[in-house]
């Protein structure tokens, strides 16, 4: 999978950017048509649909699935409980169905997902070649300590 060449993007620079990518990817999974096995016939019978029933179907864009590949591919970096508070989010489950399911109160969740949100943002700036930005607290935080 890293052979593959995306084109250039520009990658979230901030938490609420990456939480954003989320959603559009939830997005763009929901417009791609549905996986089945190939060669898939159907019993049932043909029926007349009536006037207005006509679903439109407009796929999603090559560099909206682009995105979406990408955001998958940062789940790697958190646990499976993040990238199910990850997602949950994404899909805008409300907080207090979030909480009951993982067993704490919304600003602990809260935490976690901020937390869940920062470890990306690190790896995505690691993986961009820039120092991260807990790198540049502690230099700074270092640099301080020299100059007393």
């Given amino acids: 999978m890293e052979n593959i060449r995306l084109p250039k993007m520009k990658l979230p620079q901030t938490t609420q950017e990456i939480a954003s990518w989320f959603e559009e990817a939830l997005r763009t999974a929901r417009k791609l048509p549905p996986v ?15 006037a207005g029933d006509e679903k439109h179907f407009f796929p999603p864009t090559g560099a909206a699935i682009d ?24 899909k805008r489950e409300p907080w207090k169905e979030i909480c009951a399911q993982m067993g704490c109160d919304r600003t602990t969740a809260w935490r976690r997902l901020n937390g869940a949100l920062i470890i990306i943002l690190e790896n995505i700036e690691i993986k961009q070649g820039k120092a991260s930005s807990l790198d540049r607290e502690i230099a700074q935080a270092f640099a301080a300590n020299e100059t007393v």
């Fill in 67 to 90: 995105r979406m590949m990408e955001t998958t591919r940062w789940l790697e970096w958190v646990s499976a409980e993040e990238r199910w508070l990850i997602w949950a989010r994404a």
């Fill in 36 to 50: 089945g096995p190939r060669g898939y016939v159907t019993l049932w019978p043909e029926f007349k649909r009536q």
